[in-house]
């Protein structure tokens, strides 16, 4: 029976890759837990973002919809007093006082809700600002999650293969999705509008 002998610079190869390996494997060890983390605090902002972008939403859409009542409203005012003058143009001079009694009456209903639409269209697009501010930051943090997801499994196969090229290659979306994570957390002006819009 034979056996195959030992080759010392074999042992020796494998014996100086050991540690090399090890440090590998604890590097993105580290970075998997490190990224994980901030990818979790993240995940709470950006859901509190998306509650808000839901309730700026919503308010807007009410703003806009009373905005219509007040439309309406002021649309059948402005139609009575056509219709009051045009009647009091013909009507009798006895008539005339009352007349111009309900021709004050809708002129100061026909004001009344022009006044309230105003108010309601300014609400109603401050809202809106507001949303697009916080899709803004939404995006910011849909972009940190996508780059991390990315940075992580490319970490996984540095895992598997014990490639340090793989790791500095992961390091690449690491870099941008903490970039956009902490633009989105601290509310900097980073955003990638060409990519967002290839994306949407």
């Known amino acids: 029976m034979d056996v195959d002998p030992i080759d010392p610079l074999d042992v020796a190869a494998e014996t100086s890759r050991e540690p090399r390996a090890a440090s590998l494997s604890t590097r993105v060890a580290l970075t998997v837990a490190l990224l994980a983390t901030f990818l979790g605090v993240c995940k709470v902002k950006d859901d509190n973002i998306v509650q808000a972008m839901q309730q700026a939403q919503a ?3 009410d703003d806009w919809n009373f905005y219509q009542a007040r439309n309406i409203r002021e649309e059948v ?3 009575t007093l ?9 009507a009798p001079a006895s008539m005339a006082s009352g007349y111009q009694e309900a021709i004050r009456k809708y002129e100061g209903i ?3 809700q022009d006044a309230k639409k105003a108010v309601l269209q300014k609400q109603a697009e401050a809202e809106g600002a507001r949303y697009d501010d916080l899709n803004y930051r939404d995006d910011q943090f849909d972009l940190a999650d996508a780059l991390i997801a990315i940075a992580i499994s490319l970490l996984a196969v540095t895992a ?3 490639k340090s090229w793989l790791y500095l290659m992961a390091l690449v979306p690491t870099v941008g999705g903490l970039a956009m994570g902490l633009a989105g957390l601290f509310g900097w002006h ?4 060409a990519l967002m819009r290839w994306l949407s």
């Open 59 to 61: 308010a807007k859409l």
């Open 160 to 162: 598997l293969t014990h």
């Open 110 to 112: 026909a004001r009344e």
């Open 82 to 90: 056509t219709e009051l003058r045009l009647a009091a143009a013909a």
């Open 190 to 193: 980073v955003h990638p509008d």
């Open 77 to 79: 005012a402005q139609a």
